[in-house]
Each structure stands twice: as structure tokens, then as C-alpha cells.
């Protein structure tokens, strides 16, 4: 009896291990399929044939699961635009013997939207250090994606403004160097972008006796969190804006705008076009 016995109770302590382990497999597996993101296994080939693909690819893309099998599907929903250059980096990774990598992609859904992927994957291996498969997961980022277009496309437009604004505008950081020069601010002060850039703002625009006030005055801007325009006799009128603040902090950039008011004082005094009349065709740029 006792020899029998202990064949059974081995059996059963089995059964019960294959029990336990089967129900944390279905408590992972349920994990996976709800999460906001499309989680596969594919072979690790540049085809991305995918072995496993879980259910919420199918509401990122539109596409059945079962569509994910085929070899040639990845590379035909992909953006024609995006196809080389993400097939060559899947498949440079896979040469390389690469860990893991990351890179984002835009697929064409199946209703013809364009939707934004940053697609993470890593290798498992078998003992040998043979890559097995890729696993991985697909974010749609289609959000963040035009979000960060919008932005590029603000910035090239306010940049463009700058470029052709008949003011000239001049960016300094915390310590009043300049760090942007448009070209207003070449033509008004004389000193090219190369010229100027890295150079304290007061260094380029205030006559020599003057750069005390114009230190004080800019200052007081920052301190203020306000706008400080300089309203001492010149040829130039400047307005400093103070960074932003958030709670204590402010960040690190100042915007100065001038533009040359020298027609309208009567006691030119401030910058270094102060040293010669409006109408002297004599060059302002310093000795």
C-alpha cells in the first residue's frame, strides 16, 4: 500500500502545481489583453511575423488579430513613407544582436487613419544565446505625435516672424548673454548673429557710461516679473520680458525687443548709434 500511495500523492502535488500554474497564466494573460496597448510575440526575423498579438491590436489598428500571422501584413500596413527605414532598422537590430531597442512608425489603420506607434521590443533567447522571438508592445502615440507637429510648426512660424519683424528681438539667458539675434538687430546695432551671440546684451547696445543703468534697469525687469521698458532719452526704446514663473521658479530666458526712436528724442544717449547723427552716413559699428 505504501509504495502505491506515494506514486498518487506525487501525482496529485502535480496536478495541483499544473492547477496553480494554469490559473497564473489566465490571471496574466488577462492583465496583458486589458491594457491600453497591443502586446505580441513575433519570430525574429525583419518580417515581424507575429506569433501572439494581444485583442486590443485590433482596436488601435481596425485589423483582425489573425491578420498579424501573415508575413508580408507588417510591411504592407505600414506608412509608405515609414516601410524602409523601419524594416532596415528591425532587421539592423536583429544583425547587431541588440538586447532591445525602440522606435516609433506610423501604420495606415484600416478605416485610412494614420495612426503614431512607438513600438519597444526585446529578444528572449534560448541557452545558447540564439534569438527565439521578439516580444514587444505597440503604443498608439498618435496624440503626443501631432501635438509635437503642432508645436514645430508654432515655432517655425513665431521664428519666421522674428526673422522678418522690423524690430529687432534679442533673447538672453539668465546672465544677459545673448543667445538669439534676428536680423532687425543686425541692422539696428550693427553687430552680426556670430558677432553677438554669447556677448552680454549691455556689452553691444549701451555706450560705455551708460552700462551701470542699463544693468540696474534690466534687473529690476527680472525682479518685477514684469515688462521694463527703458524710457531714458536714445535712439533706441527697449522693452525686456521678464521669464515666466512657475510658483518660486522662473526659467532661464529673457526677450529684449528695441526699435529706433532716435527721430523722435531730442538727446540721443543710450546705444552706440547715439554717437552719430540719424542722417551721418558715417558707420555705427564700433571703432
Known sequence: MTADATPSSELAAARRRLAELEDTESQYRML???????????????????????????????????????????????????????????????????????????????????????????????????????????????????????????????????????????????????????????????????EAIGRLIDDLVLVEEFRGEGVSGNSRGRRTGGENEDQRPGAVADRLSSPDRTGCRSTSLHQASSRDISTTRRRPRWTKLCRYPPTSSTSTRRS
Open 32 to 194: 496583458v489583453e486589458q491594457l491600453p496597448l497591443a502586446v505580441y510575440r513575433d519570430l525574429p526575423d525583419e518580417s515581424a511575423t507575429s506569433e501572439y498579438i494581444s485583442p486590443q491590436v485590433e482596436a488601435i489598428f481596425g485589423y483582425p488579430r489573425d491578420a498579424w500571422m501573415d508575413p508580408a501584413f507588417f510591411a504592407a500596413v505600414l506608412h509608405p513613407d515609414d516601410r524602409e527605414r523601419t524594416i532596415g532598422a528591425t532587421a539592423a537590430a536583429l544583425a547587431r544582436g541588440d538586447d532591445r531597442w525602440s522606435m516609433e512608425y506610423r501604420v495606415i489603420a484600416a478605416d485610412g487613419r494614420t495612426v503614431w506607434v512607438r513600438d519597444d521590443a526585446w529578444i528572449v533567447k534560448d541557452g545558447d544565446g540564439r534569438a527565439t522571438r521578439v516580444q514587444g508592445v505597440m503604443i498608439d502615440v498618435t496624440d503626443q505625435a501631432v501635438a509635437h507637429a503642432e508645436i514645430r510648426r508654432q515655432k517655425q512660424y513665431f521664428e519666421s516672424l522674428v526673422e522678418i519683424s522690423p524690430v529687432a528681438v534679442v533673447v538672453m539667458d539668465a546672465n544677459e548673454r545673448v543667445t538669439g539675434w534676428n536680423p532687425a538687430a543686425t541692422r539696428l546695432f550693427d553687430y552680426s548673429p556670430e
